[in-house]
């Protein structure tokens, strides 16, 4: 939710009370360069007691409710037949209108599931843009991703309000290329989680569909951030500001064949699921949940998190909720915008990304400017982002490093869990950073582990810049901030 003040302003405003916190503190400079040199310049691998601010994800830290801990209470702990599962269910069909619901531990148990019972090896899975986990299991069965985003999706800088839109030409000629047959599924991501949380509107998922339908192919409907997508829908696209979250919801689902979530960004749980109308699907799928995830009514997730994720679909489908991360993540972009850092826009569903590139230009792709400008971000606030970029791109089949489209420092929100002075800090201090920028150098790695790398990767600096950062720091601020 926005309000209004008196001087014209617009904030955005918590919609809640907080009645239980955890404490935090800001470890001094010192603490956090030594900190941050054993991490192996690597945001992953630091522990919480250094960290102020852990915007590393939104994924399983944003705060729940008051009702979802409630519910955890009744958790049904049956192996089979759990009523927990069926309470889920019941709020599936209710929030999605799906029959059909299998629960996986999270959304690449999800992932890992639709890329066993739908790959073969050569097949391609065209997507709207990837996601680290959901490449990964496609490749890991031998099928190709294709990414056919519209030109505008790179453009950091930006009012496009639908960056996430699937390009409907290159989805033509991909079909040409390779023949529908050998498309196992196309695949929208809501919101596109790399290139900055960006949405989709519903006129491209249902064109979308068209052509998926006009081949056969299925449609897989990544929903981890769902409720961000459509408060975008509703504000962004023509005809919509009337609709509620809920109806763009159902509008939404009546495209997609086959629906999966991660339950930890948007229903702010610790799970994740698959949803279908179409008893094939469910059949093709079923078999493979107790071999990979669990039995059919827990699928890998604890009980207490099913009952949990019941209650958060259904509050995520209330305004104030759905809007809860999202308006917040705008008041701390424009900040960032207001004192000149490049960042990018329009601001996402997830995080606020502050372009690398552009902050950094004097630091050359294959020395990772991201995972600088996250070692640096931390370094001067106590802040946990993280790298998206050629970091969290791994090397091709002959080695090589591969660079990324975008090299992004992402900040992400976790829902309702900080406030705005914390937002005011995390601004100012990156705007120090953007003033000293000069400072700040490139990476290289000493430890390079051969898949998704960016997880467990340590790196040291090519030339003594943190030291040199740190000096400024202490210039500025003293050394107990
Ligand atoms: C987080 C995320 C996933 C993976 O979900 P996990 O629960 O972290 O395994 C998949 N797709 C998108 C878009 C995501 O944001």
């Not at 069926?86 to 999605?96: G, P, Q, T, Y």
């Not at 999202?326 to 960042?343: M, T």
Request: with cysteine; glycine share 8%.
């Amino acid at each position: 939710m926005k309000i209004q003040l008196s001087d014209g302003r617009s904030i955005p405003i918590e919609m809640h009370k907080i009645r239980i916190v955890q404490s935090t503190q800001l470890p001094p400079i010192k603490r956090r360069a030594a900190a941050i040199k054993e991490a192996g310049y690597n945001t992953f691998l630091l522990r919480t007691r250094d960290v102020f601010l852990d915007m590393l994800t939104d994924s399983g830290t944003n705060a729940m409710s008051d009702n979802q801990l409630a519910a955890m209470m009744r958790a049904d702990d049956a192996y089979a037949g759990s009523e927990s599962f069926f309470r889920l269910a019941d709020a599936v069909k209710e929030v999605f209108g799906f029959d059909y619901v299998i629960p996986a531990h999270q959304g690449r148990a999800a992932e890992h599931l639709l890329a066993k019972s739908f790959i073969k090896p050569g097949d391609v899975v065209l997507m709207n843009y990837h996601f680290t986990t959901s490449k990964a299991h496609v490749e890991q069965v031998g099928g190709k991703v294709l990414e056919i985003f519209t030109d505008d999706a790179l453009i950091t800088d930006s009012d496009i309000p639908f960056k996430g839109n699937l390009d409907l030409n290159k989805f033509e000629e991909a079909i040409k290329t390779y023949g529908a047959e050998k498309i196992a599924y196309v695949r929208m991501e809501a919101t596109t989680n790399l290139i900055g949380g960006q949405p989709f509107s519903l006129d491209n998922l249902r064109k979308v569909k068209d052509m998926a339908s006009k081949h056969k192919i299925p449609l897989v409907f990544d929903g981890s951030l769902i409720s961000e997508n459509a408060y975008f829908i509703q504000s962004r696209e023509k005809g919509f500001d009337g609709r509620s979250i809920k109806e763009i919801l159902k509008d939404l689902m009546k495209y997609v064949d086959i629906f999966y979530m991660s339950g930890r960004k948007s229903a702010a749980v610790r799970g994740g699921m698959i949803a279908t109308n179409q008893k094939k699907f469910y059949d093709q799928i079923l078999p493979w949940l107790p071999v990979y995830e669990g039995f059919a009514t827990y699928g890998g997730m604890s009980t207490k998190e099913i009952e949990a994720m019941a209650v958060g679909l259904r509050e995520m489908t209330e305004q104030e909720v759905a809007s809860s991360g999202a308006d917040f993540i705008e008041y701390f972009v424009d900040r960032l915008k207001e004192k000149g850092v490049p960042v990018v826009t329009p601001a996402g569903g997830l995080a606020c990304h502050v372009d690398a590139r552009r902050f950094l230009p004097h630091i050359p792709q294959p020395e990772y400017p991201a995972g600088a400008l996250a070692a640096a971000i931390y370094l001067v606030s106590g802040i946990r982002s993280m790298e998206r970029g050629t970091i969290s791109t791994d090397r091709d089949a002959q080695g090589n490093d591969v660079m990324a489209d975008l090299e992004l420092a992402r900040l992400a929100v976790p829902r309702r869990v900080y406030t705005m002075s914390q937002l005011d800090y995390a601004a100012d201090r990156i705007a120090w950073l953007h003033n000293h920028r000069d400072l700040v150098g490139g990476l290289k790695f000493i430890e390079e582990p051969p898949v998704l790398r960016f997880f467990f990767g340590k790196l040291q600096t090519v030339s003594p810049w943190a030291e040199n950062l740190q000096k400024a720091f202490i210039k500025d601020f003293g050394e107990d901030c």
